[in-house]
């Protein structure tokens, strides 16, 4: 159980164009889901919360208007990276949680984005 | 103060011994305790979670919980080359989950 997908593994993209990565939790119902970004051997990076059915709560030096999260369903949130930038090739990595922040969250496979 | 403190590392101990990773936490009011392991290039995956003070065993690891002391660590007995990974310490307090930024292990043939 607590089987979490997204979609896609990995992406190639050119400077200026918007990707959009799924996150879908198959086996359980997500009130709350978690985007990160982890750069090569740092650390994970908290860049969103987001709440089914609310707008996302974006971490301190995060842009909302770049990095746009929409939770629409208690399965799925997507995040859209817009004018993509070479700064911005990362690993993407979304969670979610069944009970909201206060529980255990299961990460999803990650999304590698590289921007050329 | 970080929030979530861990000895980056790297950790390397040979195989079979026991790898000993620890976390501090400076959130008093933190209630539950979490250990994730990362291999390089891959999603974190949950090994452990414990949520009272003492001892929790699961297999060959062993979270071990002080909430007087803010602290928890994880024991790996009988190390494997397959244990090699990053452990994250995640806690949660008042917020959200935090995450440590992980100690690398590496456990030598």
């Known amino acids: 159980g607590a089987v979490v997908s997204q979609h896609p593994s990995w992406v190639i993209c050119k400077s200026g164009t918007s990707v959009k990565i799924e996150c879908r939790s198959l086996?359980?119902?997500?009130?709350?889901m978690f985007w990160y970004r982890q750069f090569p051997k740092q650390s994970l990076m908290l860049m969103a919360t987001?709440?089914?059915?609310?707008?996302?709560?974006?971490e301190q030096g995060v842009e909302k208007d770049k990095f746009l999260i929409n939770h629409a369903s208690l399965t799925l949130s997507t995040l859209t990276v817009t004018s993509a930038h070479p700064e911005d090739s990362s690993f993407y990595i979304c969670?979610?949680?069944?009970?909201?922040?206060?529980?255990?969250?299961?990460f999803g496979p990650g999304t590698r984005l590289l921007v050329l | 103060q970080k929030e979530v403190e861990q000895n980056s590392g790297p950790l390397s101990v040979p195989e079979g011994a026991i790898a000993s990773l620890n976390c501090t936490y400076s959130?008093?009011?933190?209630?539950?305790f979490f250990w994730y392991r990362q291999y390089s290039g891959k999603s974190p995956e949950l090994i452990m979670f414990i949520y009272s003070n003492g001892d929790k065993e699961d297999g060959r690891f062993t979270a071990q919980l002080n909430k007087a002391s803010q602290y928890v660590s994880l024991l790996i007995r009988d190390s494997q080359p397959s244990d090699s990974a990053t452990y994250l310490c995640a806690v949660i307090g008042r917020g959200d989950m935090r995450f440590g930024a992980g100690t690398r292990l590496t456990v030598k043939p």
């Open positions: 959130d008093r009011g933190s209630q539950s």
């Open positions: 969670s979610a949680s069944p009970a909201g922040g206060q529980e255990t969250q299961y």
């Open positions: 987001s709440n089914e059915g609310s707008k996302a709560t974006y």
């Open positions: 086996d359980f119902q997500a009130t709350t």
